[in-house]
């Protein structure tokens, strides 16, 4: 944790300036509790200390090492969202930027290899989806006991920031809409999401919540779930759950017709692209949400064959454009895409035409 302590001191005292302000708060954090956990390790005599302390300093160096890699992480999702922002706007980086991005790679790679037992136990013993952190995948599709299919392995990566289909599509926040659709109370799916699993295979998606468990070591009769569920069903309650946050009115008008800026919760402001056929966004959850596709040959067929959107990437922010423009579907995008064109075009040819230069008059 000293090596990772230093890297963020030298990002904190060097590169400062590049910082974006939405950063500087989680990069704090991060450097306290670096040295906080510094000072705890070394706060006894390893050899000397009896069983019990040693457990007491183990446990809060664990809760220091997981609360410090949350911040790191959250600066790091700040000076990413800030370079999308620069980029969407042709800025060029500062030279020193890519000084400073070596930099917390290495403080990364250090508290990844020195800290990951710790950050590990910590994120177990917390048995809840984190939003905050995305390194780690949802216990649900990863427990130790059960024997997952073969394509569901293949979805978890070294990198479990790169389990994206995991994230976005069999999400437990999508698996809990879907709870809600059958039925299932606020009550049963609170007390069941914890204890369900969540298997990937390459056609459907197996679910099972079992209707017993264990609880301060009774044995408790809850709401259980044992069934196959179509693929089809997770990309329409994504479809469905993004367009419920489709805000229209945090959209303000681009540079050029086909250009929209979206404001994010966190501040940051997103490029949104509209293309004939689809709209593009730089915003990391369409990132996120394209590749999470990309990862799936029959998550992807449902998308193309959906009614609504038909291969159209689901994101908040990209449904906020057709709620902008008054559209439903993608068939409805394209037309207003063609009378917003056509629009542009005659206020083009209108301006052109008004301050066109009178032409000269030649001398006989």
């Not at 468990?213 to 809850?222: A, L």
């Amino acid at each position: 944790m000293h090596s990772t302590h230093c890297a963020l001191a030298v990002i904190r005292d060097k590169y400062f300036f590049l910082l974006p302000d939405s950063a500087i708060a989680p990069l704090e954090t991060a450097i306290q509790l670096s040295e906080k956990y510094h000072k705890t390790w070394w706060s006894i005599w390893w050899n000397s200390s009896n069983v019990r302390t040693k457990n007491r300093i183990k446990e809060e160096c664990n809760h220091l090492a997981f609360n410090c890699y949350t911040a790191m992480m959250q600066c790091a999702i700040a000076i990413n969202a800030h370079a999308a922002t620069q980029s969407a706007r042709l800025i060029k980086p500062p030279k020193l930027w890519a000084g400073m991005i070596s930099t917390l790679y290495s403080a990364f790679r250090w508290i990844e290899e020195e800290n990951h037992l710790e950050i590990n136990q910590r994120q177990l013993i917390l048995n809840l989806e984190n939003p905050t952190m995305t390194r780690f995948s949802a216990i649900a599709h990863t427990r130790a006991n059960y024997n997952y299919s073969p394509f569901h392995q293949s979805l978890l990566h070294e990198n479990n920031g790169e389990d994206y289909a995991l994230r976005h599509i069999y999400s437990l926040e999508n698996t809990k809409s879907l709870l809600q659709k059958w039925g299932w109370s606020t009550e049963q799916i609170k007390v069941g999401i914890d204890h369900a699993t969540i298997d990937i295979y390459k056609s459907i998606v197996y679910l099972h919540i079992p209707n017993k468990i264990e609880k301060r070591k009774e044995t408790i009769k809850i709401r259980g779930i044992s069934r196959f569920i179509s693929k089809a069903d997770f990309v329409s309650v994504l479809i469905e759950r993004c367009w419920a946050k489709a805000d229209p009115y945090k959209l303000q008008p681009g540079d050029n017709w086909d250009e929209l800026i979206a404001m994010g919760n966190t501040g940051d402001f997103y490029e949104l692209k509209l293309h004939r056929y689809e709209v593009t966004c730089t915003c990391h959850a369409y990132s996120g949400i394209e590749k999470a596709f990309a990862q799936d040959a029959v998550a992807t067929k449902h998308l193309m064959l959906h009614d609504t959107v038909k291969g159209q990437i689901p994101d908040k922010h990209i449904f906020a454009v057709w709620k902008y423009l008054g559209a439903q579907t993608l068939q409805q995008y394209e037309y207003c895409w063609m009378e917003r064109k056509e629009a542009a075009m005659k206020e083009q040819d209108k301006c052109s035409w008004q301050y066109d230069p009178e032409p000269e008059v030649l001398d006989w």
